[in-house]
């Protein structure tokens, strides 16, 4: 029952995913050849291939540098754009992203608590960690919060979301004046959001949040699309509108509080992936989700080769490229949508 | 199955909005295979009544009853098999296919994860062709009129296949091509041995299809009975404040009916 072209787009995203995760691992500040690297990986996974086609070196950066960033620029991608067509179907504004919810802010005010308290330094991932508690953290006061008042509406999660963030974001700015300079700069790089000197652990734990969370919001498709109808009617379908948008809340802070843990503040990717995707595949779960973490995931790894790649003197801000890209995004997309409304 | 068997009734309903009582002491019955008509002033709690039947609000006092037992025992699912509600306050995203819309009715018979089967297939189509929005079918609900997307979420619960069917305004968008259409598609479904309630703004055009009309206003049900009955009462002179006659015509089986402002 769905046309041609669009049942073409999820091959075509695995393709382009595909293609621009061979390209990130192979360019970079020391050029790794194409086919080389594909000979060292085929070897790796014990399938016939050159083990030694890198040389010693290359195999290095390959394997201990190159591939956990690129995975994981994927990963957080993914995850993201999955978390944001979540989102715009249960605000039902196709605009919305996980800032929405504080996660950015929580998990900025939860990543400079740790740096104040040195034990970013002391312990290795407690940056991390505080950055997921404090998006989780941000998340659920917005929830309580917001459903105080009996049920929690649509705009009063929106503006108590708006209220947490400015809250979190005063909090963090006394932190940071209050903060020792030389622990100042490892904040400010992770806030600008960043891969640079991710490794494989930092993978496995992405891995283990973002898919089991992806996995499970994308079990919950058909509630997803009941809800995007709107309360009433989702809950003239017999969906459980409270509890069913309480867990999709919840994953999606799950997912988003561990993608901005690893990498910092990426953000618009989960506005625009998304957004652009959907007019093509359609607003079902079942095809939009697995599309949006495609093209997500596409985004981010070309996002992260930009950084590396654009200037030959610094490593720009992963943060603030997508941030370029992703603002003009949001006015035009929102210019379309006042002028169609 | 005897025609008068009861679907659905309240009992002394009463709805609070805040602090504010909005519907107070309603009691109905809506029988298998009925037309009834809801009518009243703007306010009036007309919209409160169909939701609070639905289960959609919490009754301040008294119940309600679905099939012979109080509504909020049933399961929500069985509850969505047996109870639709249309209203002409829809929100589903633009880039939904009508089809997809559709069948988004079936939810309540397969739940989160069972894929849909032949019959829900055979259900959306038989509701499209019912709402006469086949051709529309593979249509964005984006790209249509705020009729067409009215007719849409009838089908939507339609393809419910409810034995009660609620509807608020379900007419309210329509030009009058549809209007007829729509309320010929709502007599084959009572036909059928659903049972019909709704709200309807045109008075003439309420009197025109149902069999029986109850009256809101204030909150509470101020006239019931035959449609030409209700409207020739003084209490709905009184609750619209206008001047309501009703004539005869010869080659019409019901009267026709004129308003005018009241002195």
Redesign the interface.
Known sequence: ?T?RPSRLVVPALAGALFLSLLLATAAGSVPLSFPGVVEALLAKLGLPGDASALGATGETILFTVRLPRVLLAALVGGGLAVVGAVLQ?VF?N?LADSGLLGVGAGAALGAVLAVHLGLASAVFFALPLAAFAGALAAVLAVYFIAGASGRASLHGLLLTGIAVSALAGALTSVLLVATEEFRVKTVLFWLAGGLDGRGWTHVQAAAAFVLSGVALLA??G??I??L???E??A??????VRATRLSLLGLAALVAGASTAVAGSVPFVGLMAPHAL??LV???SRRLLPAAFLGGATLVVLADLGTRTLSARFELPLGALTACVGAPYFLLALRANEG?G | MSAREVRLSADSLAVDRGKRRVLSDVSLELFAGEALVVVGPNAAGKSTLVRALAGLLEPAAGEVRLCGRALESWPRDARARLLALATSEEEGPDALRVVDRVALGRYPHRGPFQALGEADHAAVARALEQTGITPLAERRLGTLSAGERQLATLARGLAQEPRVLLLDEPAAHLDIGHQLQLFRTLDEVRRGGVAVLAVVHDLARAAQWAERMLLVAGGRITAEGAPALVLGSDAASRAFGVRIRSHAIPTLPQPHFTFEEAP
């Open positions: 029952m046309s179907a039902r196709p079990l919950l058909r509630p699309d009941v995007s109808l709107g009433d009617e809950a003239s379908l017999g969906l459980p959907r007019p359609g607003p079902l169609r």
